[in-house]
Structures are given as structure tokens and as C-alpha cells.
């Protein structure tokens, strides 16, 4: 914890993996089904340990409206932590495309629908890709802030949303430090030296 008098840390964390079945073959709406379900689920249990996670006096922990963000959080962090929920923390959505009489496995429907949603074309009725783009810089703003009054913010969200957090981030001038990836339960750490933020603040 010593790194902490130097630097102001951010902590990501993917939530665990969500209890639903993905196997056999779907149709659209058996697909727009499964985002449903996915949404809702709990997640599987799991131990969790990392070298670098800040313990002890960090109990402050921001998580996203979904529930498996929020189990994953309190599985981790225990019930006494205090837990933060924003709307602002949810997963970049998503939406099926209608192909009728199709039927596929889940995940070319999950990702020709992010893949069309990134492109601007499947993002009727839900949020677009440029204001998704607009909301992980909030959840940077709000994590930096958090970092640099209480010299740490962990946040337990999701994939592809941490992903772009962690790009703003960057640009803000925070260094990846623990590299940890986009699976479930995936750890990524960011540091900035406490000079660094006072100087532009």
C-alpha cells in the first residue's frame, strides 16, 4: 500500500460470470431474450484473489445498476463495504437485429449486434455508440474524482465499459499499471502520481 503516498489509484474490475445458458442455437428473438437473461442473472461463485487489489481502509466501492456487477462487488469486498450505485456505470447496451427464421449461436447475434451498434446502424431505442462514448468519459471524471480526494476508487462494472474508461483515462494523463485484460473478474489498475493531478488541478 505504500505506492498509495505517491500515487492516486484506480481500480477496474470485471464482474463474474453471469449463471445462463449460452449453448445451442438461437433465434433473434431467443437472442434479444438472452440479453434479458443476462442482464438479470446471478453470477457464478467464485475466489478471488490479486496482488495488487487495495484492502483495509478502501471500502468505498462504485458499481453499476446491473446485479451482477453488484454481486460481484459485495462477493469480493464483503458487506460491510459501502457500495455506490450509479446508472452511469451500466453496460454499453445492446439490441438484436431482426433476421426471421435465422437460427444462430448466441454470440454471432451478440456481436453482429455490437458490431452494427459501433457502426451507428442498430441503435434505435437505445443508446448510441457516440453517446456511450460521452458517458465512459463521465465514469472517468467520477473515478479521478473519487481517486484524487480519497486517494483510491475501485469500481466493479463491466467488460467493454471499463475498457473505455480506461481509454479516457489514459488520454487524461493516467498510466495502466496492472494490465489484467477483459475476461470476467479481470483486474486493471491505473496509478497517477499525486504531483501530476495537483499541477493541472
Not at 503516498?5 to 437472442?31: C, E, K, T, W, Y
Not at 454481486?71 to 450509479?86: N, P, Q, S
Not at 457502426?119 to 455508440?129: A, C, D, Q, V, Y
Not at 489484467?180 to 501530476?196: E, H, M, T
Request: hydrophobic share 45%.
Amino acid at each position: 500500500m505504500g505506492s498509495n503516498f505517491s500515487h492516486n489509484q484506480i481500480v477496474l474490475i470485471r464482474h463474474a460470470r453471469p449463471m445462463v445458458d449460452r449453448h445451442g442455437f438461437f433465434s433473434s428473438r431467443a437472442a434479444a431474450r438472452f440479453i434479458s437473461d443476462y442482464d438479470a442473472a446471478a453470477v457464478e461463485e467464485f475466489v478471488f484473489e490479486h496482488h495488487a487489489l487495495p484492502t483495509g481502509s478502501y471500502k468505498k466501492i462504485f458499481c453499476s445498476t446491473l446485479l451482477r456487477s453488484q454481486l460481484t462487488a459485495k462477493a469480493i469486498f464483503g458487506e460491510d463495504a459501502t457500495f455506490v450505485v450509479r446508472p452511469e456505470f451500466r453496460e454499453f447496451e445492446r439490441k438484436v437485429f431482426s433476421l426471421p427464421l435465422l437460427r444462430l449461436p448466441v454470440g454471432f447475434w451478440l456481436v453482429m449486434a455490437r458490431l452494427l451498434w459501433f457502426l451507428g446502424f442498430n441503435s434505435k431505442g437505445i443508446e448510441t455508440f457516440a453517446q456511450a462514448r460521452q458517458r465512459a468519459r463521465t465514469c472517468a471524471n467520477i473515478l479521478a474524482g473519487e481517486a484524487e480526494t480519497h486517494h483510491a476508487a475501485i469500481l466493479v462494472a463491466h467488460g467493454l465499459l471499463n475498457n473505455f474508461i480506461m481509454l479516457e483515462l489514459r488520454r487524461m494523463g493516467w498510466k495502466l499499471t496492472d494490465k489484467g485484460g477483459s475476461s470476467f473478474l479481470a483486474v486493471n489498475i491505473l496509478q497517477r502520481r499525486k504531483a501530476d493531478a495537483e499541477s493541472q488541478a
